[in-house]
């Protein structure tokens, strides 16, 4: 659920989305009070956060209303936090920062850690490819686009493995397309992530190189500035959240029910469910430095490497005293 597809070249970090994402859920308010109660509209991705939270049970006795607005990866997310057509957008953590250095008014408000196995370079059976040296002279596919998270993977595997990144032909290509020319043998090598590298290494694929080492483990939950300088909306982020953390123990005490609940919401196989959520499944956590310092480790590197517009530093946009006690 990575949905690392926020940029498809260095200019228009922010553009053209928008305007296609917000009014499908007609937003441009979101900040109003209904009934002199406050408002919040949470972002989320495949309906997962709003299903797990549901299914936990603890949305019972709102103090305040919610509405669900519902996206398909954290490009578009994101795109709509930066509108103010969301208050809140659960995403990886580059697609967060690149928000970030593309201006987006947002700031980081809890962390969520994942198992860096949960990223991958896969190549297929019958590949040449057993390590990352092997790939000098090869065509790499990146789901989703130059800035995500497998392409900072294939980059600095690159790097540790000391292959130049101009002898390696790097293409990018959306998770779904993907994964179809992959399953039919149009390409070889792929930098993948998430369900797609579970089911793909289930179908055979080989492991070249997975994140442990290189990437942040963690994904990112995020608020626009707007709803952090409410003082009413701020009370509900801090509630919210410690309805979220509730979940969260919740899917860490049954985690059967919740993959059953993940194969729902993206119709993805049983064991591929179950596994992600062995990688996946945790509880949330403050945006301190045990998620600050290796994820700012990251962006150091991404912005040498001149994939970032600008330099972030990720302390100045994150909040940590919104995370409830």
């Known amino acids: 659920m990575d949905g690392s597809h926020l940029i498809s070249n260095r200019r228009g970090v922010l553009a053209g989305i928008a305007a296609l994402a917000i009014p499908a859920f007609g937003l441009a308010a979101c900040g109003a009070k209904k009934g002199g109660r406050t408002k919040l509209v949470l972002g989320d991705q495949v309906h997962l956060l709003q299903s797990k939270a549901e299914a936990a049970g603890v949305l019972k006795n709102l103090p305040y209303d919610i509405e669900w607005a519902n996206f398909v990866g954290a490009a578009p997310l994101l795109e709509a936090l930066n509108a103010g057509a969301v208050d809140t957008a659960p995403a990886g953590d580059l697609p967060v920062v690149l928000a970030a250095a593309a201006g987006a008014p947002l700031k980081i408000i809890a962390g969520m850690k994942f198992s860096t196995r949960n990223i991958g370079i896969l190549a297929r059976q019958g590949s040449s ?53 992959f399953a039919a043998g149009r390409i070889d090598i792929w930098a993948t992530f998430g369900t797609y590298q579970i089911a793909a290494e289930l179908a055979g694929a080989r492991l070249v190189r997975d994140g442990e080492g290189i990437n942040s483990p963690y994904s990112l939950l995020a608020a626009s500035q707007g709803a952090l300088d409410d003082p009413d909306k701020r009370s509900a982020l801090r509630d919210i959240l410690a309805r979220f953390q509730a979940a969260a123990r919740w899917s860490l005490a049954n985690p059967d029910t919740y993959a059953e609940i993940f194969v729902r919401q993206t119709k993805v196989d049983l064991r591929v469910a179950k596994i992600m959520v062995d990688r996946q499944n945790a509880l949330l956590v403050p945006p301190d430095n045990a998620v600050i310092a290796p994820l700012q480790r990251v962006v150091d590197r991404f912005y040498a490497d001149g994939e970032l517009p600008k330099h972030v530093n990720v302390a100045a946009i994150a909040d940590a005293t919104v995370f409830p006690a």
């Open 129 to 181: 490819v057993r390590k990352v040296a092997d790939l000098a002279g090869q065509r790499v596919i990146v789901s989703s686009a130059r800035g995500s998270i497998s392409h900072y993977l294939l980059l600095e595997a690159l790097k540790e493995a000391k292959v130049d990144p101009k002898k390696v032909d790097i293409g990018f290509m959306l998770p779904n397309d993907a994964a179809a020319a």
